[in-house]
């Protein structure tokens, strides 16, 4: 079947999130931010207000929040808060690669909003050793990073007996409309698993894990002790604790600009300074240089699109961007291959750009890729097709 792609936003039919189509073709995160129109806000605060009284505290945190110093960590932490008037603890995974405005708006945090701030930072060796395995075994150098962040929150909240749990937006359900509005969703395990790890855990990287999984060339030394930021904790150490997570996007109008200015303007939080090779947009993924390029890139070569589209989709949903305006993005930006990143990632890893290469193309979905003249050609929004580069041998 071939890609098709949605009639109101730019996003395609084969994606890396969960997504399907109506008769209209319409796609279901569209459908799911209609859904947004009916919300009572006021009653979802109410509701909001009614379940953090019973997580309230008068000797330990209330709430812990799982932060990336990134515009949408500032809104969480300023409701939480400001509007709230909770006392939480902030954890971050730090995964080696912000960018300095990132790295500056992550330690300005603990300083505005008053707040204790754990940061976990796993060695560097180990780092880049989960770099190299994850972009080899599943075509993706920052799984490690999805790991840490679904992981070291919650070890924090059961080692310092917190229940609640504050994310902000659920990502798929953001981007591919994988649940309603109506569901109120919470965090979950198997989501972690599942979806966010795409069925892979620590234990798949350990030299043991990858005996088992058939890939023992790809060892790098690493045990279980090296691992321990990514282990995720008991079903019995969590219902002890009764940790649980909710999304603050279930319970007011979530809009990722607006939490952007409100960074700004009260706590001088800076954008990127610089703009990405990529995305038009210069206010998200600070907290890692790389998630806007390579590990963005690797999302173009599996499944013909980038961040741009994205990045268009919310704003077209939003209403500040046609969708003529948007298509213009995704040919402008989606198939750029990013020099800067790979000029810093190459030799961090200890990989010339032919191995890149030649990983990158085994991880194409030969639903959305195929073979003509020796190019890699597909199918892109407009009905055009695009060629996009040699296939290497």
């Known amino acids: 079947m071939p890609v098709t792609y949605c009639s109101v936003c730019v996003m395609p039919s084969i994606s890396a999130t969960p997504l399907t189509f109506d008769a209209g073709h319409v796609c279901s995160a569209c459908r799911v931010y209609g859904q947004r129109r009916d919300v009572d806000w006021a009653e979802r605060r109410a509701w909001l207000d009614e379940l953090v009284a019973a997580y309230r505290s008068d000797a330990n945190y209330d709430v812990v929040i799982p932060v990336s110093g990134g515009k949408d960590s500032y809104y969480q932490t300023h409701f939480a808060v400001k509007e709230l008037g909770l006392k939480p603890l902030l954890v971050t995974y730090h995964g080696n690669n912000y960018l300095p405005e990132g790295e500056y708006n992550l330690h300005r945090m603990r300083e505005v909003f008053d707040c204790d701030h754990i940061v976990v930072r796993p060695s560097v060796e180990t780092l880049v050793k989960m770099n190299r395995l994850g972009f080899r075994i599943q075509g ?82 690493l045990r279980p002790k090296d691992l321990l930021w990514a282990q995720y904790p008991s079903d019995d150490a969590i219902d002890e604790v ?62 013909g699109y980038g961040r741009a589209t994205d990045h268009a989709c919310k704003d077209i949903r939003a209403g500040r961007m046609t969708r003529d305006e948007g298509i213009a993005m995704v040919r402008r ?24 290469d030649r990983t990158c193309d085994g991880f194409r979905d030969r639903r959305v890729w195929r073979v003509e003249d020796g190019e890699w050609v597909k199918d892109d929004i407009g009905g055009t097709v695009g060629r996009y580069g040699r296939v290497v041998g």
């Open 140 to 221: 993706d150098m920052n799984w490690h990073a999805h790991c840490g962040i679904f992981t070291v929150p919650i070890q924090v909240a059961v080692r310092y007996r917190v229940p609640l749990i504050l994310w902000g937006e659920h990502g798929f359900m953001d981007l591919g409309g994988m649940y309603s509005m109506n569901d109120l969703v919470e965090f979950t395990a198997k989501h972690r698993l599942e979806h966010a790890l795409r069925g892979y855990d620590w234990h798949d990287f350990t030299d043991e894990g990858l005996e088992k999984l058939g890939r023992p060339e790809a060892k790098e030394g």
């Open 333 to 356: 930006y989606d198939h750029v291959k990013p020099r800067r990143d790979l000029e810093r990632w190459l030799p961090y890893v200890g990989m010339d750009e032919a191995e890149f």
């Open 242 to 303: 009764g940790v649980r997570g909710i999304y603050l996007g279930n319970f007011v109008d979530w809009d990722g600009e607006r939490n952007a200015r409100i960074a700004t303007d009260l706590y001088g939080w800076r954008a990127a300074e610089q703009d990405f090779e990529r995305t038009y947009r210069r206010i998200s993924n600070l907290d890692d240089m790389h998630e806007n390029g390579i590990h963005d890139y690797l999302k173009f070569v599996k499944f």
